[in-house]
Nanobody
Framework: QVQLVESGGGLVRPGESLRLSCAAS????????MAWYRQAPGKQRELVAR???????NYADSLKGRFTISRDNAKNTVYLQMNSLKPEDTAVYCC????????????????WGQGTQVTVSS
């Protein structure tokens, strides 16, 4: 089995920063792209940022310059540095990863974490 576990969420004031982490564990042969999504109350889930195994990144246009995604392949972990947070950033943030489970299985499987709450409020 594979698990993704997020951490680092919490309550912050506008303008402050948070760093989210998401660690993958279990039967993992290789991890491809990893991503962060968020879902605010009453809204659809949206892609925040994505990073390939080689380090290529892409971001939601509205978040460029404030959020930075990175990964540590040795730790099977993806990070999301969030700066200058705004109340509209309040959401549940989830990570996802495309994972190969075996050298003999060439399929990539998408896994999701449970999510971590980020609340930005004064």
């Amino acid at each position: 089995q594979v698990q993704l576990v997020e951490s680092g969420g919490g309550l912050v004031r506008p303008g402050e920063s948070l760093r989210l982490s998401c660690a993958a564990s279990g039967i993992i042969f290789s991890i491809g792209a990893m991503a962060w999504y968020r879902q605010a109350p009453g809204k659809q889930r949206e892609l925040v940022a994505r990073i390939t195994s080689g380090g290529t990144t892409n971001y939601a246009d509205s978040l460029k310059g404030r959020f930075t995604i990175s990964r540590d392949n040795a730790k099977n972990t993806v990070y999301l540095q969030m700066n200058s947070l705004k109340p509209e950033d309040t959401a549940v943030y989830c990570c996802s990863a495309d994972i190969r489970r075996s050298s003999r299985d060439y399929n990539w499987y998408a896994y999701w974490g449970q999510g971590t709450q980020v609340t930005v409020s004064s």
